[in-house]
């Protein structure tokens, strides 16, 4: 019998391993309806949510845990950075052209998922000039899971982003001019995990780019459910 049970939750921690790693796997809170109304609903969320980030002024963790909160996605809206390690993405040389340092300079790799209310709103690859930021943010930015935006408040970051891309669209083009899509209310809306990417410069008050983000919004953004 004891054997049975030890059998039993290895198995339940191999599932639940399996599912953190699997970003297909995880679930979001309330489910969508495959219909058309519910599909307009989503797209005009996705690009609510999309514009607010190109905002010059603020920072992905500001816009998220303003999106969080108004979304009632968690009783405390706040938003986490999770430490992802074991993964390297070096610097490449059009980055250095970006953030206008030379092949010398020491430029830091950070890769984090963004969490609100047990939610992964956004995973983010992060490159980082420690010489501009200073020793504080750099001890920050290394020892602990403070949100980039929030470790650099005190620079007055603003943003520049240099792409933007829709990875899933709830319609397709021209979806006007055709048929609607088939209604399907009793079945559940497919969504991939990852939504639209934003990729972007980061500037001190100074407009000295100390920093290169690429940004993953997941489906979690919308895990409120449908109006």
Sequence with gaps: MRCRWIG????L???ASA??????LRQTGASWPDTLLARVEALALIETLNASLLCASCTATEVLEKWCADHKL????????????GTEKPVSPEQRQRLQVGAE??????HVELICGGHVLAVADNWYVPSQVGA??????????TPFGRAVHDLKPTRENFSVEILWKPLPD???????????????????WQLFQHRAVIYSD?????SEVREIFTREVLAFGPP
């Excluded at 968690?74 to 390690?85: D, F, L, N, W």
Aim: glycine share 4%.
């Design 174 to 192: 021209g979806w006007e001019l055709g048929p609607p899509p088939a209604e399907r209310p009793e079945a559940t809306l497919a969504m991939p």
């Design 206 to 210: 100074k407009h000295k780019p100390f």
């Design 13 to 15: 921690n191999l599932c």
């Design 136 to 145: 504080e943010i750099n001890r920050v930015l290394t020892t602990t899971d």
């Design 8 to 11: 039993t939750i290895v198995a």
């Design 19 to 24: 599912i953190s790693a699997d970003p297909a």
């Design 105 to 110: 300079e020491e430029v830091t790799y950070r």
């Design 74 to 85: 968690a009783s405390e809206p706040m938003v986490h950075a999770r430490r992802i390690t």
